[in-house]
């Protein structure tokens, strides 16, 4: 548990405040404080940890000589977004990585998951990736899903709890109740690095993200690895709200996407500079034309919720927690078993900035 003075200290210093979802009132904590991670919930009665922060390695080798001393599995690292589902009281809930009850994916549990395992394992908490092209978070989406969305458990921890179950006891869960996991690599030994140099390879052919390497021992420590696809790509996917996004954000993909090339010895090609130019370039001239077009930068989304009530409960928290951007719902219809949900995100700085000097505003340097 968390100590009370902990949490009057933690409000006071604004790192956790007090939320709200329909009837459940919640405390979440909003930044780190001390030893709680970003996204820690308190209930009542109940305590759903933040899921840990996970480091990243820029060079394979040297990065698990220096940071595994067992050996680890590999696991895919799925482009979407991070969720925790759990049960409280009645009823299953999503939480986002941020600590907010998210909506849209507790309205379509059902079609992620087998609700059934919260039956058998109350208090036990499904970490889970959800990718797809109509997510209502994130442009991007991986080759392998299609249409609509789909979930992707990669971790399973407790209630009250810091702890993740070792991935063999995750593994026998998943396959028991047919939940949907991400793709596990195998359990590799600390001198196996050629072979997966290769499956990274394979991965950065195929437009995926990368891995994530969790130890096999008592410490479970973890790191995750880049695929040069998945750096090219926020950088394209950001470009047209980059004012929004501190520098280091592109410094860092840059330089992620360097070390990959350097450590998969992959031929420097004009090909590769005009991939990184474009990456930057053409979502400026997106932002131009549509603004141009419509006056305005903004980026259009599509989601199926199965009910309107959630649609409605999800526009309403968007909008509340949404900071520099207008969010405008554009559409809400049903459409066969789902009510169709289409909005669009205006990027008010990117928006105003083009505004300005599109019409030969001034600017000092």
Request: hydrophobic letters at 40%; proline letters at 4%.
């Given at each position: 548990?968390?100590?009370?003075?902990?949490?009057?200290?933690?409000i006071?210093?604004?790192?956790?405040?007090?939320?709200?979802?329909?009837?459940?009132?919640?405390?979440?904590?909003?930044?780190?404080?001390?030893?709680?991670?970003?996204?820690?919930?308190?209930?009542?009665?109940?305590?759903i940890?933040?899921?840990?922060?996970?480091?990243?390695?820029?060079?394979?080798?040297?990065?698990?000589?220096?940071?595994?001393e067992?050996?680890?599995?590999?696991?895919?690292?799925?482009?979407?977004?991070?969720?925790?589902?759990?049960?409280?009281?009645?009823?299953?809930?999503?939480?986002?990585?941020?600590?907010?009850?998210?909506?849209?994916?507790?309205?379509?549990?059902?079609?992620?998951?087998?609700l059934?395992?919260?039956?058998?394992?109350?208090?036990?908490?499904?970490?889970?990736?959800?990718?797809?092209?109509?997510?209502?978070?994130?442009?991007?989406?991986?080759?392998?899903?299609?249409?609509?969305?789909q979930?992707?458990v990669?971790?399973?921890?407790?209630?009250?709890?810091?702890?993740?179950?070792?991935?063999?006891?995750?593994?026998?869960?998943?396959?028991?109740?047919?939940?949907?996991?991400?793709?596990?690599?195998?359990?590799?030994?600390?001198?196996?690095?050629g072979?997966?140099?290769?499956?990274?390879?394979?991965?950065?052919?195929?437009?995926?993200?990368?891995?994530?390497?969790?130890?096999?021992?008592?410490?479970?420590?973890?790191?995750?690895?880049?695929?040069?696809?998945?750096?090219?790509?926020?950088?394209?996917?950001?470009?047209?709200?980059?004012?929004?996004?501190?520098?280091?954000?592109?410094?860092?993909?840059?330089?992620?996407?360097?070390?990959f090339?350097?450590?998969?010895?992959?031929?420097?090609?004009?090909?590769?500079?005009?991939?990184?130019?474009?990456?930057?370039?053409d979502?400026?001239?997106?932002?131009?034309?549509?603004?141009?077009?419509?006056?305005?930068?903004?980026?259009?989304?599509?989601?199926?919720?199965?009910?309107?009530?959630?649609?409605?409960?999800?526009?309403?928290?968007?909008s509340?927690?949404?900071?520099?951007?207008?969010?405008?719902?554009?559409?809400?219809?049903?459409?066969?078993?789902?009510?169709?949900?289409?909005?669009?995100?205006?990027?008010?700085s990117?928006?105003?900035?083009?505004?300005h000097?599109?019409?030969?505003?001034?600017?000092?340097?």
């Open positions: 548990m968390i100590e009370l003075e902990l949490i009057k200290e933690a006071k210093k604004r790192k956790a405040r007090s939320e709200s979802y329909r009837d459940l009132e919640f405390l979440r904590f909003s930044d780190d404080f001390q030893d709680i991670p970003r996204g820690t919930v308190v209930f009542k009665e109940d305590i940890w933040g899921y840990p922060h996970i480091g990243r390695i820029f060079m394979l080798e040297r990065g698990i000589r220096e940071q595994f067992a050996p680890f599995w590999v696991e895919e690292k799925v482009d979407g977004y991070n969720v925790r589902v759990f049960k409280h009281s009645d009823r299953v809930l999503a939480l986002s990585r941020g600590g907010y009850v998210c909506p849209f994916t507790t309205d379509r549990l059902p079609d992620l998951i087998n059934s395992f919260f039956e058998d394992y109350p208090d036990l908490v499904l970490c889970m990736e959800v990718a797809g092209p109509e997510n209502p978070y994130i442009e991007e989406s991986p080759p392998f899903v299609k249409e609509d969305v979930a992707f990669f971790d399973i921890g407790r209630r009250n709890s810091r702890e993740l179950l070792p991935v063999e006891e995750r593994l026998r869960l998943v396959e028991e109740y047919g939940l949907p996991g991400v793709r596990v690599f195998g359990r590799f030994s600390l001198k196996e690095v072979k997966l140099k290769e499956i990274l390879l394979e991965l950065d052919k195929e437009r995926r993200e990368g891995v994530v390497l969790k130890e096999d021992s008592e410490r479970n420590k973890r790191a995750k690895y880049i695929t040069s696809y998945a750096n090219l790509s926020d950088i394209k996917i950001t470009s047209k709200n980059m004012l929004q996004l501190p520098p280091e954000y592109y410094t860092n993909r840059i330089l992620r996407l360097v070390l090339l350097e450590e998969e010895s992959i031929d420097k090609s004009h090909e590769l500079y005009e991939k990184l130019g474009r990456a930057f370039i979502g400026l001239f997106e932002a131009i034309e549509e603004f141009k077009r419509e006056h305005k930068v903004s980026a259009h989304y599509r989601c199926r919720f199965r009910s309107r009530e959630n649609a409605l409960v999800f526009m309403e928290q968007l509340k927690h949404s900071r520099h951007i207008q969010v405008i719902q554009k559409r809400l219809e049903k459409e066969g078993d789902f009510y169709v949900l289409e909005f669009e995100k205006v990027f008010m990117m928006t105003g900035l083009l505004g000097l599109l019409g030969g505003g001034l600017v000092f340097d």
